[in-house]
């Protein structure tokens, strides 16, 4: 038997977003949140934005945000969700949409699963404003439809991918361990890269560059997607340092050709500069002569080791360094003038070579990972499917 179709304005007691303004900043005090910290259904409430009492007196006398409401992303990366299970004074910025469920209606945990399936991501996309800043007006996302059985079939539905979610999330964390390895032989190997207490070289970004493929972001516009086309990476594309070959759109052959200055060759870096800034990816064999977006940058890494380089900026003094300079209010961002200036600490280069063979003895589980991962995210789609289409 098929659900009952509604709206989510009808079964919410409100959706509304963050501020609209730039709270005033402060060093400590109330965090001031964003899409950042909507990650893999968690609100991380870590931040280095910090605003006033009072900035969130004036919030909270438009919402207070209760356990048990949903967050969703709703300007740059659209889609990303989460359940409030513990509450923090915080202030909102407006690329995060709360919803609060209505209560004997609507699972939080139900809609939250809801908001991840292919069908509320294609409304979603559909009501998408196409501009180089993507986002969905609140009064279009009311108008979104989701199947809602009796309560107690969304509950039930909820604890079935909520355990099936499990398994993918431990398979997250066992790649996360890799990575926090990596991460531990570079500081052993090389120190701190900011406060470099080896005295290696130091220089620029933009110094250790291909000179003849400088610096640049992609792709603004790549349009619908082109069967055959020419692939391009999204900072979605990117995770653990791999580029996720297999969900990669398609662009023109006439879009690719006008942003050919972007073009990727193997082994390019390629590390987000809008959204969520310092994500980082090697480019792999397949991607040879695809492109990039507006939120990625590449790096032609030609006077030191990409693996070296990668692991560099992946440390979290070096993240802290771009957190630092990173700007903006709906969708944050690191200018390409800033990110040239990066001060890439160098060892000689054998001992970077040492480092990185190292590495692609981890990389290679990590792929295997990630193929183990990507066989549960298919299984968990299945599973996703059957749920909301009441096949359970």
């Known amino acids: 038997m098929k659900a009952h179709i509604s709206s989510l304005a009808d079964v919410t007691d409100f959706i509304l977003d963050g501020t609209h303004g730039s709270p005033k900043r402060t060093d400590t005090g109330i965090p001031v949140l964003s899409a950042q910290n909507v990650v893999n259904g968690v609100l991380n409430y870590a931040t280095d934005r910090f605003t006033s009492d009072e900035e969130y007196a004036a919030f909270a006398k438009r919402v207070s ?10 300007v740059g990366t659209i889609g990303r969700a ?48 196409k501009s180089t800043q993507a986002g969905i007006y609140l009064g279009n996302l009311k108008k979104i439809e989701i199947p809602l059985p009796p309560l107690s079939e969304q509950k039930r539905i909820a604890a079935i991918l ?29 120190a701190d890269p900011m406060s470099n207490p080896k005295g290696f070289i130091v220089r620029e970004l933009q110094e250790i560059v291909d000179p003849d493929r400088k610096i640049t972001y992609g792709i603004l516009m790549p349009g619908p997607d082109v069967q055959d086309g020419v692939p391009y990476v999204r900072v979605i594309d990117m995770r653990d340092g791999l580029v996720l070959v297999d969900q990669l759109r398609r662009t023109t052959s006439a879009i690719a050709k006008e942003y050919r200055r972007s073009s990727l060759r193997t082994g390019d870096l390629l590390i987000s500069i809008r959204g969520h ?10 991607c040879e002569g695809a492109n ?14 990409p693996l070296y380089v990668s692991a560099l900026l992946s440390t979290s003094a070096a993240q802290h360094w771009m957190a630092q300079r990173t700007k903006g209010v709906a969708v944050r961002g690191i200018n390409l003038g800033d990110l040239k200036k990066f001060p890439v600490m160098l060892p000689p280069r054998s001992e970077q070579n040492d480092f990185a063979e ?24 299945s599973l996703q499917h059957r749920a909301f289409a009441g096949q359970l």
Not at 65 to 74: G, M, N, P, W
Not at 277 to 286: D, F, H, K, N, S
Not at 292 to 305: F, S, Y
């Open 65 to 74: 945000i209760k356990r048990s409401d949903v967050l969703l992303t709703i």
């Open 82 to 129: 989460a359940v409030v299970d513990h509450v923090k004074p915080a202030v909102f910025q407006r690329s995060v949409a709360i919803l609060r469920p209505r209560a004997k209606t609507l699972d939080a945990r139900y809609l939250y699963h809801m908001t991840q399936s292919p069908d509320f991501i294609e409304q979603a996309r559909k009501f998408t404003k």
């Open 162 to 190: 909520d355990k099936a979610d499990q398994q993918r999330q431990k398979r997250r964390q066992a790649i996360m361990l890799l990575d926090s390895l990596t991460q531990s032989i570079f500081l052993e190997m090389f």
């Open 277 to 286: 800034v310092g994500r980082l990816a090697i480019t792999p064999p397949q």
């Open 292 to 305: 990039i977006t507006q939120d990625t940058a590449r790096l032609a890494i030609a006077d030191a080791n």
């Open 358 to 381: 190292q590495v692609e003895q981890k990389l290679k589980v990590l792929q295997l990972k990630e193929a183990q991962l990507n066989s549960s995210e298919s299984l968990f789609s």
